[in-house]
């Protein structure tokens, strides 16, 4: 800014320097032109009267009566009618002296006129004189009268001085300059503005010259040769200047004098006006520019908004948050953590309550969020419901409690009025001790919450080495599970399920194991959940399920028993449409009738799929499949669902059973579960019995089957085959 008000100010002045010179030079030419136009009308019109003066001259050689000086008064007068001669007259050299007009002329003044002419051809009277008729001022004009070719005296005339006046008003300059005719002494001869008779030089000799060079002197001297001169000086405070032009008459000069307060009033008012242009367009400039500038930073400010403000909370956004992580960590001196929460069962909410009401919880987590925050932190929404904190942090004890406040606060501020889901807020925390990209710290912080969300009570999981352990641990079976299906590292183990009331093993549950060399066999837990989250369970149950109707297929050919058995599959089959198909043709290629085959499906999976869940159950029922529940009683089912969907079998979970003895109510709620789903005509399975006394209660309440412990673990298909052949 200061930079461009520098070279404005310098441009300025250089440009008013600039508009000076030109201006000067410019008048300078005016000046001289003007004086030379002076100059060259004061010779013209000299000139011309001369050529008059000498017409009347033949004139008057013309004329006879040279002795009736009557008559040549009488034609002198009469010439001067024609011309702008007031007066005429001729002398004699014979001493006789003829007047246009009666007046009283001194004899010295004629015979002086004659022998000036008689001596240089014409006559031009060196300085103003009277005119005897009415003493105003005139220039006398001298011409030889010629007789037979020799000179016989003079012709001469008066020419009136205001006759020149407007040859001194130096017109070509408005009037605003003089002129005057000078002789070489500095005399002058004509003028207005200093009278005839005083001398010009006087005026110089106060006068200051801005050209170096110039001096009264040396115009003088110039004078002296007869040259032009064009010199400016001061004089009296102002500026003049001054042209000096010979005439052909005499030894005189023309002198034109512009004084320059006009001019520089002028070029001031010139410079002003180019000054003011100038502004304006410097103005207009600024204003355009100042436009662009706001139109640009609007823009800006509008595309910031796009790229770093989430538009539905007002919040940062997750761009903004990479973008300013560094500064704002470093800006919170060393002790910080970085948070991910997010609304546990957000998508019922948008499913319950509808988009908006969604969008309104959103908001105020964020306002909440933003109440929250002390100086130095930072928050923003990363996705839907997931936002990402970094904040300030002292210990864990009190960091918990910052969080259980927040989610407090949550939960009474942001709940749906009138709705019975209660906001849940799960934390992933990281506290920052090691200087690692903030993508790393993120990865951190959702394992953390990945866990968090899996806990009951305070959703707060603090991220450490063990989840780091873990993730490498799934990684690596995530990178061996495709190896270990083809080198039959997978195989399947058989739990017996027992018939209550005669304790016979009336079908077995075929379970998962993987065989890992040294490290041994490893329980389905540890690999499902990851195999459902990569999609790879699709493959291993259809595996399963082979490896089951082969053995089928063997006992039959062995004359062994067939006896049904359950296989579990993953709800990811249910959006499969090629599920039952696929299943079909496998099973038939074994040549193994369909009832043998038990469909196990999860509670839960039936609870989120209700619809989706039935379709494939009356599929499955159509091929000649049987299908159970399984886990009943672990999560939602209610006893409605059962009644909707056509189970064969439902199978209570183990949990269900646990603490029973203890409790006269959950016996009772075993009970009256037992007696519904019985008589709804389903077959009810008893899991994870291990105790005579759970076996008792569960064979009182009518129970059909048990698995569990107590009759059998799950074992291998040779141990299994050889309680086949213990069936008769
Ligand atoms: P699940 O279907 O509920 O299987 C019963 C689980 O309870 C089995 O664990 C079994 O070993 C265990 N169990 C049986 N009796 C008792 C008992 O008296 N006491 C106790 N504490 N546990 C008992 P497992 O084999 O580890 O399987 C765990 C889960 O893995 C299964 O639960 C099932 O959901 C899943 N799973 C197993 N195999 C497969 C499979 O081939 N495909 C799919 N999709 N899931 C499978
Ligand atoms: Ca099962
Ligand atoms: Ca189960």
Redesign the pocket.
């Known amino acids: 800014m200061l930079l461009g008000a520098i070279i404005i100010a310098a441009g300025v002045t250089l440009y008013w320097r600039y508009v000076g010179n030109v201006l000067e030079l410019d008048l300078k030419r005016h000046v001289a032109s003007a004086g030379e136009e002076a100059a060259d009308d004061f010779d013209r019109l000299m000139f011309a009267d001369l050529q008059t003066l000498r017409s009347v001259a033949r004139a008057a050689e013309n004329f006879s009566p040279w002795e009736d000086s009557a008559r040549m008064s009488r034609f002198l007068r009469v010439q001067t009618q024609h011309n702008a001669f007031q007066f005429l007259g001729i002398v004699l050299l014979d001493g006789r002296v003829f007047l246009s007009h009666n007046a009283e002329l001194a004899p010295a003044f004629t015979s002086g006129i004659l022998a000036e002419t008689m001596e240089k051809g014409v006559y031009m009277s060196s300085s103003l004189l009277k005119n005897p008729q009415d003493g105003k001022d005139v220039l006398v004009e001298g011409v030889l009268l010629r007789r037979e070719d020799r000179p016989v005296g003079v012709l001469f005339a008066f020419l009136p001085a205001e006759r020149f006046e407007p040859m001194l008003k130096l017109a070509a300059l408005g009037d605003r300059g003089f002129s005057l005719v000078v002789r070489r002494d500095g005399t002058v001869v004509l003028g207005k503005e200093i009278p005839a008779g005083s001398s010009a030089f006087v005026l110089l000799e106060r006068a200051a010259f801005t050209d170096k060079g110039d001096s009264l002197t040396s115009i003088r001297r110039g004078m002296r040769s007869g040259n032009h001169a064009l010199v400016d000086y001061r004089l009296d405070g102002s500026r003049q200047f001054l042209h000096l032009m010979p005439l052909s008459i005499n030894d005189w000069y023309m002198f034109s004098i512009l004084p320059t307060a006009f001019v520089e009033q002028q070029a001031r008012r010139l410079a002003w006006t180019s000054l003011a242009l100038v502004a304006f367009i410097l103005l207009v400039f600024f204003g355009l520019i100042c436009c662009l500038f706001r139109v640009r930073s609007v823009s800006n400010r509008r595309l910031f908004a796009t790229a770093f403000i989430d538009p539905l909370t007002g919040a940062a956004n997750f761009n903004s948050m990479c973008e300013d992580f560094s500064e704002k960590l470093a800006g919170m001196g060393g002790k910080a953590a970085l948070v991910v929460f997010d609304i546990v069962k957000f998508k019922v909410i948008n499913d319950l309550h509808g988009y908006e009401r969604g969008n309104k919880v959103l908001q105020r987590v964020a306002d909440v969020l933003r109440e929250n925050m002390r100086p130095g932190e930072f928050f923003c929404r990363s996705t839907a419901d997931n936002f990402i904190m970094l904040l300030s942090y002292e210990d864990r004890r009190k960091f918990r409690t910052r969080l259980i406040l927040l989610a407090a606060q949550i939960r009474r501020d942001c709940t749906v009025a009138g709705s019975c889901l209660l906001l849940d807020a799960a934390f992933g925390v990281y506290e920052i001790t090691e200087d690692i990209p903030f993508y790393i710290m993120l990865d951190r912080t959702h394992l953390a919450l990945d866990n968090a969300k899996r806990m009951s009570g305070d959703k707060i999981q603090f991220y450490d080495e063990a989840d780091l352990r873990r993730i490498v641990a799934e990684k690596q079976i995530e990178n061996s599970m495709e190896e270990a299906l083809e080198r039959g590292d997978f195989s ?2 058989l ?1 017996p399920k027992c018939d209550f009331s005669t304790g016979r093993m009336v079908g077995a ?5 993987w065989n890992k060399g040294d490290a041994g066999l490893v ?3 540890d690999f ?1 959940p990851i195999f ?1 989250k990569n999609g790879f ?1 699709l493959r ?2 259809m595996f ?1 399920l082979e490896q089951v109707v082969s053995l089928l297929a063997q006992w039959k050919e062995r004359g062994l028993k067939q006896v049904p058995i359950a ?4 709800r990811l089959h249910l959006n499969d449409s090629r599920y039952i198909p696929q299943m079909t043709r496998l099973v038939d290629k074994y040549g193994v009738p369909h009832n043998l085959i038990e469909v ?1 499906l ?1 509670e839960n999976v039936i609870f989120n799929n209700r619809e989706c869940a039935q379709n494939v159950i009356r599929g499955l029922h159509r091929k000649g499949f049987s299908v159970a529940m ?2 009943f009683g672990s999560g939602y089912s209610s006893l409605n669902v059962l009644k909707n969907l056509q189970f064969d079998g439902i ?1 209570l ?2 949990e269900f059973l646990d603490g029973f003895e203890e409790n006269a109510n959950a016996k009772k709620v075993i009970e009256g579960a037992v007696d519904m789903i019985k008589s709804l005509g389903v077959k009810v399975i008893a ?4 105790t005579k006394e759970q076996a008792d209660f569960l064979r009182a309440t009518g129970c059909d089957v048990a ?4 009759f059998s ?2 074992m291998d298909v040779e141990a299994f085959e050889s309680w086949l052949k213990k069936l008769d």
Do not use: C, H, M, W
């Open positions: 399947v183990y739990q549950e075929a379970l998962v194991r329980r389905p837990d499902i459902e369970i291993l149950d399963i296989v579990n599959f993953s196990e999860t399984d886990d199978k979970d183990k899991e994870g019995v291990e698995q569990g412990y107590l673990k799950p």
